[in-house]
């Protein structure tokens, strides 16, 4: 099993920018991808971006793109959200997850094919 440990959450001001950070430790082997999501209060979670863990090939949702970087160090097993730009509609709860099936079937965007998940780390854009 595979457990994870967010953090770099606040409140940003409009424009600003954040990085969130998601530790990842246990079965780390499993790991074939990972993502980031999020859950504005009385909204569905919604896919912001993933990377494959072992090539770190990045996908993003329209929303985000060209404004959040999605990373991962593998050798620290942590993964990282860059937010730049930063609008009051990201407002929300951050959760890291793990992908562990396999890596040809792995859509990126669908929160039912991830297996484990964070506790989630609030992010605030407001002035």
């Known amino acids: 099993q595979v457990q994870f440990v967010e953090s770099g959450g606040g409140l940003v001001q409009p424009g600003g920018s954040v990085t969130l950070s998601c530790v990842v430790s246990g079965s780390i082997f499993m790991l074939n991808g990972m993502g980031w999501f999020r859950q504005a209060p009385g909204k569905e979670r919604e896919f912001v971006a993933a990377?494959?863990?072992?090539?770190?090939?990045?996908k993003y949702a329209d929303s985000v793109k060209g404004r959040f970087t999605i990373s991962r160090d593998s050798t620290k097993n942590i993964m990282y959200l860059q937010m730049n730009s930063l609008k009051p509609e990201d407002t929300a709860v951050y959760y890291c997850a793990d992908y562990e099936g396999n890596r040809n079937s792995f859509t990126y965007a669908a929160a039912g094919e991830y297996e484990s998940w964070g506790q989630g780390t609030q992010v605030t854009v407001s002035s």
């Open positions: 990377i494959t863990w072992s090539s770190g090939f990045p």
